[in-house]
């Protein structure tokens, strides 16, 4: 099991920018694909973006060209940096590991998860 601690959320206005981490307990992660994740009050829990071992991305069409998520496997890092962030990028942002070969924004494919860590953007 790989445990997942994340950091980097607060509060910031509209427009600016965070840069979420997350960093894996044990140094084998980097066969993992990783993802984010956030769930906003009273919504469903949704993909936000992810990354497999050989670097391929994807991303929720509510993000693209906004966000973008990277893996330092000597680090056992993952990141997800946001910018031009809007009012509704307000969530609980939770970082995940799985298997699956090609990354996807399914949470189902994903069996360790983070704590999480708060974003609130205020307009």
């Known amino acids: 099991q790989v445990r997942l601690m994340e950091s980097g959320g607060g509060s910031v206005q509209a427009g600016g920018s965070l840069r979420l981490s997350c960093v894996a307990s044990r140094s084998t992660y980097s066969g993992n694909t990783m993802g984010w994740f956030r769930q906003a009050p009273g919504k469903e829990r949704e993909g936000v973006a992810a990354?497999?071992?050989?670097?391929?991305?994807t991303y929720a069409d509510s993000v693209k060209g906004r966000f973008t998520i990277s893996k330092d496997n000597a680090q056992n890092t993952l990141t997800l940096q946001m910018n031009s962030l809007k009012p509704e990028d307000t969530a609980m942002y939770y970082c995940a590991a799985g298997w699956p070969v090609t990354p996807t924004l399914r949470d189902y494919h994903y069996s360790d998860w983070g704590q999480g860590t708060q974003v609130t953007v205020s307009s």
């Open positions: 990354i497999n071992n050989d670097g391929l991305a």
